[in-house]
């Protein structure tokens, strides 16, 4: 059985299911009033083409016509919203939403999917205003564009003008940075930042949130105008069949999901996006609990905001500020003058969440139908994401734009045929962002993005980071054929090479920190260091608690210890500086270069050291590319790999 023959079977099946619920949601048949729709969006008119698929999908929107009695909870309040339809502005044969998210998007065709699916991209090297140089990839063979940014920036005036008031008060690096971003978003490209830095966050933040509030509110227009011509078409012939070119809507009303780790980042978006819809024009229901449940309890004192500057690295303290838990959910609803928090995942526009909130929910549900429908994703501090559990983030990729199990009272005639066809993949807009590139974020770029729109990745030139003078840093090369071995050739070189070398030497066989950036290599170097006989060590892990931490750093600082094994995310979450170090060893260059800058000062936090006193030895392979650019620069890094 084919794809398309298995994605008919599954829509009729729903469509059965759907059949048998109808005397539970039938309402008393006055007149006809069109239902309410769970997502808005704008339409052009249906063209019917001669793929087997579409065919397929037409059937099903055919039968669904007969059975489906709409969900009409809260019809009277997008009533009210009609106004705001009546008022809209004139659609635009150019309007890029129309064109990506239409009934019949150009870029869509079977050529454009089977080069996404082989992986068949063309890709060129474009210089994007403030974002800096980009590399721009299209599907082989498809009829998208090229280009990273589109002449005029696709936003509804209503929210245009005051963004433009707003912008006219920030710095003219600021501005322009959004201006370039927002460009870039209109051409419905996925997007990937890989390098954002702590001065371009909010402004960032805030052009995005303003790209995802400008699809939402073309999709709740195009609804609500098709609504009122479902209503003017039955009074004028209430005998007439419905209209067939109103294809608007996925299958569930939710469009964009925000993956963040921890609420404060929540609450960071939270404002971007309500810095767009500003009091009295927009009231914003429950922003009290809101901001009760996602900041800090009354009373507490935010030790980090609060400390001296410099006391705390900038990056940690924006990192941690505020509340950091990183179990969380929470649904808004967008109406023409009401920002809804707190609203039901399929009554509402925009999730945002964590990975691992949304990973229990489904887990506890054992469902993610929500998430059939959404449009535009969009990953944030995913560098901080890779130091939680990256396997929360592909649990839920895995369930994104999938058919949904059950109907949701969906008016399978509102839905627009590539949905049905299975295809929403190819049309979602992903936005990640990153302080860097990891293995796990460019393998999620490469495989997780299917747009047949192309998809653009920023690029950065790293400088070799700034380490004290004098110490001598001995980058030690082992040969790896396969990244799937490189764990093994790694713990093989370590534990016959280097660590041998460093226990026949009297002054680096003590005060010695062992730096790991993977916690499954952690876990392995620490057992092998339980086997060694007559090597003392301790340990610092994520796991560690506070009594242990502080056991730890006395005994290495007193030579109790002549080892000191600290994993990565041990220093991401907790920063501490570590005294009595004389020999840093690198297991791996680390994820942060700004950790090897840090590892490196820590014997001069003790009198009477000098350069020469301290050792460094990174042990690295070529699959160790991005980090090592950061550390040695991205020619250094060239170089080192080359050289080995």
Known sequence: ???????????????????????????????????????????????????????????????????????????????????????????????????????????????????????????SREKVGK?????????????????????????????????????????????????????????????????????????????????????????????????????????ANPDAPPLEDVQDQGFTRPSVLILLPFRSSALDWFRAITSHTPSPTFQIENQSRFLSEYGLPAGVVDKLVTAEPGTYPPDHVDTFKGNVDDNFR??????????????????????????????????????????????????????????????????????????????????????????LDGHAAYLRQSILLSAYETAETRALYNTSLKNVAGKIRTEKSWPPIDVPAGIDQNFIHFDCVSPVDEPEKRFHHFTTQLLPSVLKSAVQSTNTIVFIPSSFDFIRVQNHFRKQSGVTFTVLSEYSSNQDISRARQAFFKGQKSFLLVSERFHFFKRYKIRGCRNVIFYGPPDHPQ???????????????????????VLFSKYDRFKLERIAGTEGAIDLIKSS
């Open 1 to 123: 059985m084919d794809h398309g023959n298995s994605v008919t079977t599954k829509l009729l099946t729903l469509l059965n299911v759907s059949a048998t619920k109808i005397g539970k949601r039938k309402r008393v048949q006055e007149e006809f009033v069109p239902s309410e729709k769970l997502n808005k969006r704008k339409s052009i008119s249906f063209t019917d083409t001669n793929t087997t698929s579409e065919k397929e999908s037409t059937i099903a929107i055919e039968v669904e016509k007969e059975i489906v009695v709409s969900k009409t909870d809260g019809q009277e309040e997008e009533v009210d919203e009609t106004a705001d339809g009546n008022a809209e502005e004139p659609t635009s044969s150019n309007d890029g939403y129309e064109t990506h998210f239409g009934v019949n998007p150009s870029c869509l065709s079977e050529s454009s999917k089977t080069a996404v699916e082989s992986r068949s991209w063309i890709s």
């Open 131 to 235: 974002l800096g140089s980009a590399i721009v990839s299209v599907p082989a063979n498809s009829e998208a564009s090229t280009s990273a940014c589109v002449s005029e920036i696709d936003i509804l005036d209503n929210l245009k003008t005051p963004f433009t008031t707003r912008q006219a008060k920030q710095a003219r690096n600021q501005a322009e940075l959004q201006n370039d971003l927002l460009s870039s978003l209109s051409t419905r490209k996925d997007l990937y930042i890989t390098s954002t830095s702590l001065s371009t966050k909010r402004a960032t933040r805030e052009a995005i949130a303003l790209h995802a509030l400008n699809h939402v509110n073309k999709k709740r227009r195009r609804v609500l105008k098709n609504n009122e011509r479902l209503t003017r078409a039955a009074k």
């Open 330 to 419: 929470v649904g808004m609803k967008m109406t023409r003058k009401t920002v809804k928090m707190f609203t039901d995942f399929y009554g509402c526009d925009i999730i945002i969440a964590s990975p691992l909130g949304l990973r229990r929910s489904i887990d506890k549900e054992k469902n993610a139908d929500y998430l059939t429908s959404i449009e535009v994703l969009v990953i944030d501090q995913m560098d901080a994401l890779t130091m939680q559990n990256w396997e929360h983030v592909k649990f839920v990729m895995s369930y994104m734009n999938k058919l949904p199990k059950e109907s949701h009272d969906t008016d399978f005639s509102r839905i627009k045929p590539w949905y």
């Open 595 to 617: 950790y090897f800058t840090e590892f490196l000062s820590f014997p001069f936090l003790d009198d009477g050291v000098e350069a020469s006193d301290v050792t460094c030895r």
